[in-house]
């Protein structure tokens, strides 16, 4: 159950961190990944409401985290989304690889099935963003270097095409 109380903390961060650079650049791709992700915290929460006994740590001010690393990586994440819109969308596209790895260790280590439906609808919804940041940094001229995947599944992310099936 700690990996739903995770789980919930980094979708707060692609939240907070896409709200953020929605602020700071002003272009839609981050304010309609953020609606996204507000769902995903919302469907953590209600997956921590009804499975767990643990007290849900997260906070619902911007920019704070309990997990020190989440915290320590939305810091660096907003600053160097800051440096240049270019640099926004590589970090976004950073945040839902580290969601697609993050959320695939967590699908082998449970066997609810309420709890594998949201985590696939999770990882199909950040591929699915994944797909939309590199597009976009295609279209200022800007081939984007996978950081956490694999270069072969990100290959096979980037060049198959949009999931449905699930908002996202």
């Known amino acids: 159950m700690l990996g739903i ?7 707060k961060l692609a939240l907070d ?27 953590m929460g209600l997956l921590l409401e009804r ?11 911007p920019g704070v985290f309990t997990a020190p690393e989440l ?3 939305y810091d660096e994440l907003a600053a160097r989304g800051s440096e ?15 969601d697609i790895v993050d959320i695939q260790g967590y699908l082998e280590k449970v066997d609810n099935e ?4 949201v985590y696939e609808s999770l990882l199909k919804c950040s591929r699915n963003h994944l797909r939309a940041f590199v597009a976009t940094l295609e279209n200022y001229g800007v081939t984007y270097e996978p950081q956490v995947l694999s270069p072969e599944e990100y290959q096979e992310i980037i060049t198959s095409p949009m999931e449905r099936g699930t908002a996202g």
């Open 114 to 117: 309420d709890i594998k439906l």
């Open 71 to 73: 915290q320590k990586l």
């Open 17 to 43: 961190v896409y709200t953020y650079l929605y602020e700071k650049w002003g272009l839609p791709i981050f304010s309609n990944i953020a609606a996204s992700e507000k769902t995903h915290v919302a469907a």
């Open 5 to 11: 109380l995770y789980m919930r903390e980094e979708e």
């Open 51 to 61: 499975y767990s006994c643990l007290e849900d740590p997260m906070s619902e001010e």
């Open 84 to 98: 240049s819109l270019v640099e926004a969308l590589k970090v976004g596209a950073l945040i839902e690889e580290v």
